[in-house]
């Protein structure tokens, strides 16, 4: 008797749901007697996130540029998988559209650990600089193309910072605090390397580990500290802003592919208006979460520039370690050149 696997249950759930999809769409015609469909977008994270935006946004635009020929049904909140299941669903053909952040991807794209990088960005203008650069962006591409996929658009919900339930002033006050992390090799690394001590927990398990103080702190991007409610049970919030909190829009390559040349144009016009729409909601939904984080009763701690430096200087074993995980100088330094020289931080 076989065994069913996570995998075998996730799949079955995602044709479940495309039968449903077309089921809904059967016999359904535009005006012209052409025939529309729905194609599946998922999410890992809540609807009312950067994330969930971004996958509306792209939805509405594929509908509004067909004139309603396409249609785009999105799954929020982990209905069809959490963010692996989703990776290994565009890899196989069987979702096409994905929204999700790069960490999780870099155990199956091993060069994408350049956006692990730590420390490099001060503001989201200059990591949009460089996102924006063609010729970096394609050869970003070509890392997801390898992997079957292909990328439509990266966007991000500003960047990631750390609550605690002990107060931080100085590096120093990193030294022991046990910090629930991803499992990203490379972010655990980077708290190792600053003195803490990280712990990853199941993404579910987080909010009442950090009320029982199984760990003393976490890291998330403002909107997932606000729609957990993780001020609840911290009391400062640092902004560490040590990473962008990427937000990848990924097809499957040879879906994108066999497309018709201007069904391709559409997602691609979609895609765009999508990338910058999550991009503008980043910014303007910052001030409001951080409004309710203080009105909720933690604290907001900055880091220095100083502080942030020394982070930086902290990390130089592990920038080596990215460089060399990337495999290509041009891209690393296109990338982090603003803060490293090649041989020591500046």
Same mark, same amino acid.
């Given at each position: 008797?076989?065994?069913?696997?996570?995998?075998?249950?996730?799949?079955?759930?995602?044709?479940?749901?495309?039968?449903?999809?077309?089921?809904?769409?059967?016999?359904?015609?535009?005006?012209?007697?052409?025939?529309?469909?729905?194609?599946?977008?998922?999410?890992?994270?809540?609807? @009312?996130? +950067?994330?969930?935006?971004?996958?509306?946004?792209?939805?509405?635009?594929?509908?509004?540029?067909?004139? =309603?020929?396409?249609?785009?049904?999105?799954?929020?909140?982990?209905?069809?998988? =959490?963010?692996?299941?989703?990776?290994? $669903? +565009?890899?196989?053909?069987?979702?096409?559209?994905?929204? /999700?952040?790069?960490?999780?991807? +870099?155990?199956?794209?091993?060069?994408?650990?350049?956006?692990?990088?730590?420390?490099?960005? $001060?503001?989201?203008?200059?990591?949009?600089? +460089?996102?924006?650069?063609?010729?970096?962006?394609?050869?970003?591409?070509?890392?997801?193309?390898?992997?079957?996929?292909?990328?439509?658009?990266?966007?991000?919900?500003?960047?990631?910072?750390?609550?605690?339930?002990?107060?931080?002033?100085?590096?120093?006050?990193?030294?022991?605090?046990?910090?629930?992390?991803?499992? #990203?090799?490379? &972010?655990?690394?980077?708290?190792?390397?600053?003195?803490?001590? !990280?712990?990853?927990?199941?993404?579910?398990?987080?909010?009442?580990?950090?009320?029982? &103080?199984?760990?003393?702190?976490?890291? #998330? !991007?403002?909107?997932?500290?606000? $729609?957990?409610?993780?001020? *609840?049970?911290?009391?400062?919030?640092? *902004?560490?802003?040590?990473?962008? &909190?990427?937000?990848?829009?990924?097809?499957?390559?040879?879906?994108?592919?066999?497309?018709?040349?201007?069904?391709? $144009?559409?997602?691609?016009?979609?895609?765009?208006?999508?990338?910058?729409?999550?991009?503008? /909601?980043?910014?303007?939904?910052?001030?409001?979460?951080?409004?309710?984080?203080?009105?909720?009763?933690?604290?907001?701690?900055?880091?220095?520039? @100083?502080?942030?430096?020394?982070?930086?200087?902290?990390?130089?074993?592990?920038?080596?370690?990215?460089?060399?995980?990337?495999?290509?100088?041009?891209?690393?330094?296109?990338?982090?050149?603003?803060?490293?020289?090649?041989?020591?931080?500046?």
């Amino acid at each position: 008797m076989k065994t069913i696997t996570r995998r075998s249950i996730s799949t079955l759930l995602i044709i479940a749901i495309l039968c449903m999809s077309l089921a809904f769409l059967t016999g359904c015609s535009s005006g012209e007697g052409k025939q529309t469909y729905a194609w599946v977008m998922a999410t890992a994270s809540p609807e @009312d996130t +950067v994330t969930g935006l971004y996958a509306n946004k792209f939805a509405e635009q594929v509908e509004a540029l067909s004139g =309603g020929a396409l249609k785009v049904q999105v799954y929020h909140n982990s209905t069809m998988g =959490g963010d692996t299941e989703l990776l290994e $669903s +565009v890899q196989c053909g069987d979702i096409p559209f994905v929204v /999700q952040n790069t960490a999780p991807e +870099v155990s199956y794209l091993p060069r994408l650990a350049l956006f692990d990088l730590p420390c490099v960005f $001060s503001n989201l203008d200059d990591l949009h600089t +460089v996102l924006d650069d063609e010729v970096f962006m394609s050869k970003i591409n070509g890392i997801y193309e390898n992997g079957g996929i292909r990328l439509l658009g990266m966007a991000d919900q500003n960047f990631r910072v750390m609550t605690s339930a002990k107060e931080i002033a100085s590096l120093d006050d990193f030294k022991g605090i046990k910090i629930r992390t991803m499992e #990203n090799n490379y &972010h655990m690394q980077f708290w190792s390397a600053v003195g803490a001590n !990280p712990s990853p927990m199941a993404f579910a398990e987080l909010y009442v580990g950090l009320e029982q &103080h199984t760990v003393d702190a976490q890291e #998330n !991007p403002y909107e997932v500290i606000v $729609s957990n409610r993780f001020y *609840e049970v911290q009391d400062y919030v640092v *902004e560490t802003n040590h990473l962008p &909190h990427l937000l990848a829009l990924i097809t499957n390559n040879d879906f994108y592919n066999n497309l018709p040349e201007d069904q391709r $144009s559409i997602i691609d016009e979609a895609s765009r208006i999508a990338k910058d729409f999550a991009r503008e /909601q980043a910014v303007a939904r910052a001030d409001s979460r951080i409004e309710e984080i203080i009105a909720g009763g933690s604290s907001i701690v900055p880091v220095s520039d @100083d502080m942030r430096t020394q982070m930086r200087q902290r990390s130089v074993d592990l920038y080596q370690q990215i460089r060399k995980a990337v495999s290509d100088d041009e891209l690393f330094f296109a990338y982090c050149g603003r803060v490293f020289n090649g041989e020591t931080m500046q």
